[in-house]
């Protein structure tokens, strides 16, 4: 038998471990032998991944280290849905192995469940059928309200976040959101009114989460933010779980200090321990948000098609991890891929009001290289708290596009102070925030903050950012505040323009600061600004 004949007639191998849509698997076996496969435990997988090609799965699978290096043959793995949370990609990168997801295919059907628990919980539908249901005829029990007229309050305008805002315009709804990561244009374009997340607690009649869970939006709704509500309003969470303190929420309801609420998800699922349960005004659905025929199937589709293209040495259309680098350019840029992710990452915590627009200048060696992946990195730094998709240099344009932010890249082969520079400018309604970043020894190191020139090495933790006027005893009295708070300062930078002039310190602390104690620092004279930053 012949070479090529061989080649034509053997096809790849995917094992699927979870449901996906007939159609999907159909089309599949017209390109590769399919092997479905849905109770596999992690020890069974292990055993078995090494004689495929291709892996698909959903959420419940845990795709981890060891998977991805028992996948000997493994080219692409793909996740039926938005998050790749059980997967891990950066092994998965290591081994240049394609992730990929379908973040859009089902983003009506989140967005419709949105609006239907809303009008639920309007118009106490769930409570009113199993009341008729058990015989009982209470019209005057189950008074609604209409939502003609009322404030919805969307937090975060990403893909399910700006469909629910169209679909409450339709309904007549006045609609306002918080989302620092949306231009104005853009918001204008949905006949959206930005605020800040606190005014859109206070305003709304309801709310609706559509953010992902990160470090810094895990438990974004709490005590806290529910003690400034309106007692009248409903919330609603067909996001993420972890986005609400469950505890606080029923809580509230106990106490009557909200109206109501609708969860799709929760932070332990399947949901076996039902706090919920008994409590009239919560309505909960068991993750319902992407189960519709068309979404099933349109998520199966654009997982397959992905598949077959990386098969056929095409590029996935959602790829989640970097694309391959080669040899010759991996060991200049990889360092400064973390830079250019430190950057954006800094520069998301330091802006305040909407983003505009972010420009990317290259300056001296690192301008001869190909620098779309670090111009990703850097988007990817300043998205990563409220974009689910990975930014890599496939999606890059695309997701900051769909967000009505504008992105320059400027390539100078001459650098004044550093062998290689790069500086990111980011845009926004209030300022415009400048981050440097270089690599010295392999190490990330920041050079710039707007007009201040430093050296900082910014190991991972937690920073204090103070613009305040140079003056003696001033240090000495922010050193009291943190003191105080039993807070440990391990590193202190200031940057001036001259002397008793404006200047920027900087903190390397070993705990957070509480809100409390940075409101305590802008107390202290001439100090004009106090941001936290954790990297």
Same mark, same amino acid.
């Given at each position: 038998?012949?070479?090529?004949?061989?080649?034509?007639?053997t096809?790849k191998?995917?094992l699927?471990?979870?449901?996906i849509?007939t159609?999907?698997?159909?089309?599949?076996r017209?390109?590769a032998d399919v092997d479905?496969n849905?109770?596999?435990?992690h020890?069974k997988? +292990?055993k078995?991944?090494?004689?495929?090609?291709g892996l698909?799965v959903?959420?419940? =699978?845990?795709?981890?280290?060891?998977?991805?290096e028992a996948?000997?043959?493994?080219?692409?793995v793909g996740?039926?849905?938005?998050g790749?949370d059980n #997967?891990d990609v950066?092994a998965?990168?290591?081994?240049?192995?394609v /992730?990929v997801n379908?973040?859009?295919?089902?983003t009506?059907?989140?967005?419709e469940h949105?609006i239907a +628990? *809303?009008?639920?919980?309007? @118009?106490h539908?769930p409570?009113?059928n199993s009341?008729l249901?058990?015989g009982a005829?209470?019209?005057s029990?189950?008074?609604?309200i209409e939502?003609?007229?009322?404030?919805?309050?969307v937090?975060g305008l990403g893909?399910?976040? !700006?469909? /629910?805002a169209?679909?409450?315009?339709a +309904?007549?709804m006045r609609?306002?959101?918080?989302?620092?990561?949306i231009?104005?244009?853009?918001?204008r &374009?949905?006949?959206?009114? %930005?605020?800040?997340?606190?005014?859109l607690?206070?305003?709304?009649?309801?709310?609706t989460?559509?953010?992902p869970?990160t &470090?810094?939006t895990d438990?974004l709704?709490?005590?806290?933010?529910?003690? /400034?509500?309106?007692s009248?309003v409903?919330?609603?969470?067909?996001?993420?779980g972890?986005l609400i303190d469950?505890?606080a929420l029923?809580k509230?309801?106990?106490?009557?200090r909200?109206?109501g609420a609708?969860?799709?998800?929760?932070?332990?699922e399947? %949901? =076996?321990?039902?706090?919920f349960?008994?409590?009239?005004?919560? #309505?909960?659905?068991p993750?319902?948000g992407? !189960?519709t025929?068309?979404a099933? =199937?349109?998520?199966?589709?654009?997982?397959v098609?992905?598949?077959?293209?990386?098969?056929n040495?095409q590029t996935?259309?959602?790829?989640?991890?970097?694309?391959?680098?080669s040899v010759e350019n991996?060991?200049v840029?990889a360092?400064?891929?973390?830079a250019?992710?430190?950057a954006?990452k %800094?520069?998301a915590?330091?802006a305040e009001g909407?983003m505009?627009s972010?420009?990317?200048?290259?300056?001296?060696e690192i301008s001869?290289?190909?620098t779309n992946?670090?111009?990703a990195?850097?988007?990817?730094? +300043?998205l990563?708290q409220i974009?689910e998709?990975?930014?890599?240099?496939v999606?890059?344009n695309?997701i900051?596009?769909?967000?009505?932010l504008?992105?320059?890249e400027?390539k100078?082969v001459?650098?004044? &102070?550093?062998?290689?520079l790069?500086?990111?400018?980011?845009k926004?309604?209030?300022?415009?925030v400048?981050?440097s970043?270089?690599?010295?020894?392999?190490?990330t190191?920041?050079a710039?903050i707007d007009?201040?020139?430093?050296?900082?090495?910014?190991a991972?933790g937690?920073?204090l950012?103070?613009?305040h006027l140079?003056r003696?005893?001033?240090?000495?009295q922010?050193?009291r505040v943190?003191?105080?708070a &039993?807070?440990?300062i391990?590193a *202190?930078?200031v940057? @001036?323009?001259?002397p @008793?002039g404006e200047?920027? *310190?900087?903190l390397?602390?070993?705990e957070?600061?509480?809100e409390?104690?940075?409101?305590?620092?802008?107390s202290?004279?001439d100090?004009?600004?106090?941001k936290?930053?954790?990297?």
């Amino acid at each position: 038998m012949s070479e090529d004949k061989i080649t034509t007639d053997t096809k790849k191998k995917v094992l699927v471990t979870e449901s996906i849509s007939t159609e999907g698997i159909e089309l599949l076996r017209n390109h590769a032998d399919v092997d479905i496969n849905l109770d596999l435990s992690h020890d069974k997988l +292990l055993k078995i991944i090494g004689n495929y090609e291709g892996l698909i799965v959903r959420s419940q =699978t845990r795709v981890t280290e060891e998977v991805i290096e028992a996948g000997k043959k493994l080219q692409i793995v793909g996740r039926a849905g938005v998050g790749v949370d059980n #997967i891990d990609v950066d092994a998965a990168t290591r081994r240049g192995i394609v /992730v990929v997801n379908a973040p859009t295919s089902n983003t009506t059907a989140a967005a419709e469940h949105t609006i239907a +628990l *809303m009008l639920s919980l309007a @118009r106490h539908i769930p409570q009113a059928n199993s009341s008729l249901k058990t015989g009982a005829w209470q019209r005057s029990h189950f008074v609604g309200i209409e939502v003609k007229g009322k404030t919805i309050g969307v937090v975060g305008l990403g893909n399910v976040g !700006s469909e /629910v805002a169209r679909r409450a315009r339709a +309904l007549d709804m006045r609609v306002i959101a918080s989302d620092p990561f949306i231009s104005l244009e853009y918001a204008r &374009n949905l006949n959206v009114e %930005l605020v800040p997340l606190e005014q859109l607690l206070k305003e709304s009649d309801f709310i609706t989460l559509h953010i992902p869970q990160t &470090n810094s939006t895990d438990g974004l709704i709490g005590e806290k933010e529910l003690a /400034v509500v309106k007692s009248s309003v409903r919330i609603i969470n067909a996001a993420r779980g972890g986005l609400i303190d469950e505890d606080a929420l029923v809580k509230a309801i106990k106490e009557k200090r909200i109206a109501g609420a609708a969860l799709d998800v929760f932070r332990n699922e399947p %949901l =076996t321990s039902n706090i919920f349960a008994d409590e009239e005004n919560i #309505i909960i659905t068991p993750h319902l948000g992407a !189960s519709t025929a068309e979404a099933q =199937t349109n998520v199966a589709s654009d997982i397959v098609n992905q598949v077959i293209a990386v098969f056929n040495g095409q590029t996935a259309k959602y790829s989640v991890n970097a694309p391959f680098i080669s040899v010759e350019n991996i060991s200049v840029l990889a360092p400064f891929i973390k830079a250019s992710t430190t950057a954006g990452k %800094l520069a998301a915590q330091l802006a305040e009001g909407q983003m505009s627009s972010i420009s990317i200048r290259y300056e001296g060696e690192i301008s001869n290289y190909d620098t779309n992946v670090l111009k990703a990195a850097v988007l990817g730094g +300043l998205l990563e708290q409220i974009s689910e998709e990975r930014v890599n240099l496939v999606n890059a344009n695309l997701i900051a596009t769909r967000r009505g932010l504008t992105v320059v890249e400027q390539k100078d082969v001459i650098s004044e &102070n550093y062998a290689s520079l790069i500086t990111t400018e980011v845009k926004t309604s209030k300022e415009t925030v400048i981050v440097s970043t270089t690599v010295v020894r392999g190490e990330t190191h920041i050079a710039r903050i707007d007009n201040y020139w430093l050296d900082i090495y910014p190991a991972e933790g937690y920073f204090l950012f103070c613009d305040h006027l140079d003056r003696p005893g001033l240090l000495g009295q922010v050193g009291r505040v943190t003191g105080d708070a &039993n807070i440990d300062i391990s590193a *202190m930078h200031v940057g @001036r323009l001259k002397p @008793r002039g404006e200047a920027l *310190m900087i903190l390397t602390l070993d705990e957070p600061v509480p809100e409390e104690e940075r409101k305590k620092l802008l107390s202290v004279p001439d100090v004009y600004s106090a941001k936290f930053v954790k990297l």
